[in-house]
């Protein structure tokens, strides 16, 4: 069926385009929408959010024309990961009692198409933008949080390789806390586990465990939540629950693996993430063609590589 709404929607899109302050104003609609698509979809701004700070709170990095913010660490006898973009994220191991948040900014392809063909689309402007601009600065954001979580777990050594199990079960989600839990320390810097972070796919698993009602799909058991009734808020997220800890789940299965669990603890003892909240959309009409594109900073570094850990599972028969 043709969507006459979608298209009405395109048209009082390009003809916002033919006045100056009309177009300012589409560009701010489009970065607050754009902005919203970003936080909602990232799997590194839920279990990391962003703490926004002004250029003035910042130092300047003498290597580039980044700017950083430089932490000292809570614990000094832990290594830290930090991310660069010098020409490719790199990823580096800090042992140092400070460690630097180094700011960059991750912009999208410039898309274009004519008026002609927008006025024909059947679906609104918007959908454009979420697939074209926020896809694109989301997806590279967790690339580059799960490229440092790796890297953190190297240095560590918090990874569980569990062969013989081929989904979560309870008694992996038991053996993935412990990673973190049972790791004790007099001097206070190993931290309890608090998220989650794995395959949608990976989390359905949790409907065939004999202590969750198959029909209603309600835990039958203390402690232990299918996520369907219980809703939990923080940050601004709604998060579903499972045995106490907070799951964050992605369809990404190119940067989270079906067969692989992350566990973190609070975001506040992991690590930081900053950013200017200055996610920008920007359009551009020359004659009958239009051209947008989007771009936003941010900085992102693990703290406490003792932070963070994950269990590998055999390969199933639902994972390639």
Same mark, same amino acid.
């Given at each position: 069926m043709f969507d006459f709404h979608a298209t009405q929607l395109n048209e009082v899109f390009l003809e916002a385009l033919g006045?100056?302050?009309?177009?300012?104003?589409?560009?701010?609609? /489009?970065?607050?929408? #754009?902005?919203?698509? $970003?936080?909602?979809?990232?799997?590194?701004?839920?279990?990391?959010?962003?703490?926004?700070?002004?250029?003035?709170?910042?130092?300047?990095?003498?290597?580039?024309?980044? #700017?950083?913010? =430089?932490?000292?660490?809570?614990?000094?006898d832990v290594k830290a990961t930090t991310a660069t973009f010098r020409g490719k994220a790199d990823y580096e191991y800090v042992e140092t009692e400070? %460690?630097?948040?180094?700011?960059?900014?991750?912009?999208?392809?410039?898309? /274009?198409? %004519?008026e002609g063909e927008l006025m024909s689309m059947r679906m609104p402007v918007q959908n454009l933008i979420r697939q074209h601009i926020a896809y694109h600065i989301r997806k590279k954001m967790d690339e580059v949080f799960i490229g440092m979580v790796n890297k953190a777990i190297a240095?560590? *050594?918090?990874? @569980?390789? @569990?062969?013989?199990?081929? +989904?979560?079960?309870?008694?992996? @989600? =038991?053996?993935? +806390?412990? $990673?973190?839990?049972?790791? !004790? !320390?007099?001097? /206070?810097?190993?931290?309890?586990?608090a998220t989650l972070l794995m395959t949608r796919a990976q989390f359905n698993n949790i409907y065939t465990w004999i202590q969750t009602n198959?029909?209603?799909? =309600?835990?039958?058991?203390?402690?232990?939540?299918? *996520?369907?009734?219980?809703?939990?808020?923080?940050? !601004?997220?709604?998060?579903?629950m499972l045995n106490g800890l907070r799951v964050v789940t992605?369809?990404?299965?190119? @940067? =989270?693996?079906h067969n692989e669990i992350y566990v973190f603890t609070e975001p506040e003892q992991l690590g930081h993430h900053f950013t200017f909240n200055d996610d920008k959309f920007s359009i551009e009409k020359r004659h009958d063609e239009i051209k947008w594109k989007g771009y936003r900073s941010f900085g992102a570094a693990i703290g406490n590589n003792l932070a963070c850990g994950k269990v590998v599972l055999g390969q199933d028969s639902y994972v390639d």
């Open positions: 006045s100056e302050e009309m177009r300012k104003e589409a560009e701010q609609k /489009g970065a607050e929408f #754009l902005r919203m698509q $970003i936080y909602e979809d990232s799997f590194m701004e839920r279990i990391m959010p962003a703490q926004t700070i002004s250029p003035q709170m910042c130092d300047r990095d003498i290597h580039s024309p980044n #700017l950083q913010v =430089v932490i000292d660490k809570e614990f000094t400070r %460690y630097a948040v180094q700011f960059h900014k991750i912009e999208s392809p410039e898309y /274009g198409l %004519y240095d560590s *050594g918090n990874v @569980l390789t @569990l062969s013989n199990e081929k +989904r979560i079960t309870p008694e992996v @989600l =038991v053996a993935l +806390r412990n $990673i973190l839990d049972a790791q !004790g !320390g007099d001097n /206070g810097s190993y931290r309890q586990a198959s029909q209603s799909g =309600v835990a039958t058991m203390p402690g232990i939540t299918s *996520g369907l009734t219980t809703d939990f808020w923080r940050d !601004g997220y709604k998060y579903e992605s369809v990404k299965s190119d @940067l =989270v693996k």
